[in-house]
């Protein structure tokens, strides 16, 4: 028999919020977390891109120092959104064998790497620092959650590129089904504005050049949009069975519905352009969810603001929803956050569960003039849902044809 799964808790450490909810205050206020970077690296090197949308709140600033120190910002990032979204679902008691992590992130330690390797090269062996492998490695956030909550049911790692959280959330939901666990972690983590990544993401003509205008650089769907802004932070969602949620008298924000992976087989960094692993993806959360396109009241886009990226995902989505997908609002929130890679999935799920609760999609920014190629309805500000029953869709794709899709229902 198919759960009820069900999300009780957020947490997120974003570059327009420190916490969950400053980051959804934020983004229904039209705000945007892209900023010039005020790093010396940025001159030195002559970086042609000059901006990004690093984290509000610097992780080593919440954690306690010597928890700060024995991790990666990647990981610490994690741990930051991990403790507000256990304390948010109300600690649950829970016997840690029945505790679960669903953990990802799309590069991993990347400021460690790249630090021992300078430390190696000016400063020699000896210089190292003993703890670089488990900094490094993709599945430090996971397990640095799992040890901190005592989650020995599992913890696991996806590492998917930009799909990366929202697969994760996928696992989460397969899992709690199956009965691995009654509680899971789920979400995301990436802190990987570098200038090794800035300067390799530049030289693929990804990233938005508009260094003089750095808030307005993404802007899904617009006539002039020219690459995606990197962005930095983590999200996690506590989900669980309704069973468990309601044993234990938890609140409950929405329901996980269902989720869908599919892969591409195309291209390693262009999307199918026809959409059509893409509409797999989400044909199958909504089966997975038992429901139909045309119960769809909302969708969460992908939309990185690349000119290719941004028409590919509107083909898959016309694919699924045919005509009606005009007007179905539709939210490009990577415009407000940039584009977050592993850990972006989870942001946008957390802004998708919220907007179901709240019956408001929140708005698309800097789309001055609307592509004709991306015909869908989206606005600068909140949109309505109304007070029916609300069921969305949030998608991610990455770089290797990977594509993940959650459905999340109003309860």
Known sequence: MTKKIVITGIGATSPIGGTARESWQAL????????????EWVQELQLPVTFAAEAKVRPDTVLERPVAKRLDPSSQLALVAAKEAFADAGSPEIDPERLGVDFSTGIGGLWTLLDAWDTLRERGP??????????????????AISMHFQARAYARTVAAACASSTEALVNAYEHLQAGLADVVLAGGSESAIHPLTLAAFSSMQALSRRNDDPATASRPYDIARDGFVMGEGAAVLVVETEEHALARGAKIYAELAGGGVTADSYHITAPEPEGLGASRAVHMALEAAGATPDEVTHINAHATSTPVGDVAEVRALERVFGERVREIPVSATKAAHGHLLGGTGALEAIFTALAVQERQAPPTINVTEQDPDAPLRISGAPMPLGDEPQLAVSNSFGFGGHNAVIAIRSV
């Open 28 to 39: 229904l206020a039209g705000e945007s977390g892209a900023r010039s970077l005020e790093h």
């Open 126 to 143: 000896r210089r190292v620092l003993p703890m670089t492998v488990p900094m490094l490695m993709p599945n430090a956030p996971s397990a």
